[in-house]
């Protein structure tokens, strides 16, 4: 079972968690990165390191949030691997917390 980025990353895009991923499993989008459920080795190491906690097992997500599932495989398929950590978006503080982001998701 693999862990999934959820909707309080969009428009945040912080990158701390990438750092510690021995599996290289994360992949970047314009605002928002995915996790791979390939690569993913459900090591958890990237939990804690997630800013805008935004990072959950995939069977601990709520109903509303299961969406991601689906979107974190597809997307991943589709965005560039990345390995380094980044700066997060320019208006990251802002938007964290902020519910129901999807609509603000660009591919």
Known sequence: MAFVVTDNCIQCKYTDCVAVCPADAFYEGPNFMVISP?????????VPECD???IFQEDELTEDQQVFIELNAELAEVWP????????????????????KLGMLEK
């Open 81 to 100: 691997n990345i390995t380094e950590v980044k700066p997060a978006m320019d208006e990251a503080e802002k938007w964290n917390g902020v519910p129901n």
């Open 52 to 54: 805008a906690q935004a």
């Open 38 to 46: 390939i690569d993913c080795i459900d090591c958890g190491l990237c």
